[in-house]
């Protein structure tokens, strides 16, 4: 396992994060305690230092788990953990970025976790009642307090996730280290604002669902069982999707690799600081993923899988890339313009 920084801080974390929303079997799916167990210390025999939980998955029993399995080792790891999302039916309360669902999350997350601090804590997802600043400001209150280390956002809007760091910024307040979104070779739309805000921002980006709940993997078409037989969020698959699936089991094929080491890899290859959360109930899903840190696509098959999973941009985006709006935005000598302002190759409509 190899190392990258999270976001515009000197925290180090490991290429793939180790999602938990599978830890306990509260919600009908999931892993038991003892096979959570073999599953982090494989993962921490990997190298990897990052684990990723909530205050509600599996109604909190995750975190209570990972409590127990990281007593003794809690230091070796940067865990992450959310609040906003519903944890008590009958409080109005008990769901929402605002200060007081923010502060009693911390407190109880912390005494499952049996931990004095969380690394990271993301914003689960935006409640529009509540106003940036708000967020913003208690958020800094609690890194203030040396409860929470570092703060990100899950599944906001990109242009409020601009606002809020712009906001923080300016007031000296603790800004987003990093944006977590479902991003994968079937969810691709976070290239229109989510991704080039990010990279704006310097933003590390977990991709959440990084495998389409197991779309990505070929189970489907073999006839296997999986989360989405249980939750019933399948649905009928368009034709792109059934044509991306299918480029991705053949690069796999062709390369000696698994589906899901394929399109892992692809994500790790975007541009940008893209982690892929990774999540498992068998050890052997969790080999088969870690193996993918050792999978580099070449030219040919990225460029396929590119082609084939590609979603319009919609406007303004499609509008500026038009040939002759961009010379007449740029001039007729644009080619000739070089931008070294970023580490990565990019044109005047975007990454390339």
């Known amino acids: 396992m190899r190392y ?12 793939l994060s180790l999602g938990a ?38 109604d909190g029993s995750a975190e209570t788990i990972l409590g127990e399995l990281l007593e003794g080792r809690r230091d070796r790891f940067v865990l992450a953990s959310k609040y906003t999302c519903a944890t008590r039916q009958g409080d109005p309360n008990a769901a929402g970025n605002h200060r007081k669902n923010l502060v009693q999350s911390v ?5 499952r976790l049996r931990t004095d601090h969380l690394d990271v804590l993301w914003v689960h997802a935006r409640d529009n009642f509540t106003p940036v600043e708000e967020v ?7 890194v203030r307090s040396g409860k929470v280390h ?26 987003f280290a990093g944006s977590q979104l479902r991003y994968s070779l079937l969810e691709r739309t976070p290239e229109r604002e989510l991704l080039p805000q990010a990279r704006a921002f310097d933003l590390a980006v977990l991709a959440w669902a990084p495998l389409a709940a197991g779309k990505l993997t070929g189970k489907y078409r073999r006839g ?43 994500l790790r290859q975007r541009p940008g600081n893209i982690i892929p959360i990774i999540a498992a109930t068998k050890e052997s899903q969790l080999a088969d993923n870690l193996a993918s840190v050792d999978v580099e696509l070449d030219a040919d098959a990225l ?7 590609a979603v319009p941009l919609g406007f303004p985006h499609d509008f500026l890339a038009e040939p002759a709006i961009t ?3 740029y001039g007729d000598r644009w080619e000739a313009v070089q931008d070294r302002r970023t580490t990565y190759r990019r044109s005047v409509h975007g990454v390339l």
Do not use: C
């Not at 407190?107 to 005494?111: D, G, H, K, R, V």
């Open 136 to 142: 913003m400001r208690a958020l800094d209150d609690v």
């Open 4 to 15: 990258t920084l999270f976001g515009r801080t000197g925290l180090r974390v490991s290429e």
């Open 224 to 266: 296997e069982r999986g989360r989405l037989d249980v939750t019933g969020e399948g649905g009928h698959a368009s034709e792109q999707e059934e044509a991306t699936v299918t480029a991705v089991l053949e690069v796999a094929e062709q390369g000696g690799w698994s589906p899901a080491q394929v399109a892992l890899a692809w």
């Open 150 to 175: 570092y703060v990100g956002v899950s599944d906001w809007p990109a242009w409020e996730i601009a606002q809020a760091n712009t906001l923080a910024e300016l007031r000296g307040w603790t800004a």
């Open 327 to 329: 010379q007449n935005v």
């Open 107 to 111: 407190e109880q997350s912390l005494a």
């Open 303 to 309: 460029r396929r899988l590119d082609e084939v999973s």
């Open 21 to 58: 929303m599978t830890i306990g079997s509260d919600w009908g799916w999931g892993a038991s305690k003892d096979t959570s167990a073999r599953i982090v210390d494989a993962y921490e025999d990997a190298g990897g230092n990052f684990i990723d939980t909530a205050n509600n998955y599996t």
